[in-house]
């Protein structure tokens, strides 16, 4: 089985920035897609960004486009969530994810494998 281990997560200021880390057990980590999610009290888990396996190609969502940041170290088999510019509304929950076969980036059922999530809190 693969484990997932998230840490970065804190309280910070409106238009400051944090960056997620998610260590992934196992050696086989490059053969795996990566995503980031992220849940609001009350609210359903949504996607924030994916990568893939080569770490070639990437995708974010609308909502953070041009703030965050995926990346990942195959190497050290670990996957980056850089957040800048952040805002009150990204205060969530936010959980990595790695799927095993070929997926929609922003599937959540695609996802095999999910870390406990890490707390983000902006304050305005």
């Known amino acids: 089985q693969v484990q997932l281990i998230e840490s970065g997560g804190g309280l910070v200021q409106a238009g400051g920035s944090l960056r997620l880390s998610c260590a992934v057990s196992?050696?086989?980590?490059?053969?795996?897609?990566m995503g980031w999610f992220r849940q609001a009290p009350g609210k359903e888990r949504e996607f924030v960004a994916a990568?893939?396996?080569?770490?070639?190609?990437?995708y974010v969502a609308d909502s953070v486009k041009g703030r965050f940041t995926i990346s990942r170290d195959n190497a050290e088999n670990t996957v980056f969530l850089q957040m800048n510019s952040l805002k009150p509304e990204d205060t969530a929950v936010y959980y990595c994810?790695?799927?095993?076969?070929?997926?929609?980036?922003?599937?959540?059922?695609?996802?095999?494998?999910w870390g406990q999530g890490t707390q983000v809190t902006v304050s305005s």
């Open positions: 994810a790695a799927a095993r076969y070929r997926a929609i980036f922003g599937r959540r059922s695609d996802y095999d494998y």
């Open positions: 196992g050696r086989t980590f490059s053969s795996y897609g």
């Open positions: 990568i893939s396996r080569s770490g070639d190609s990437t």
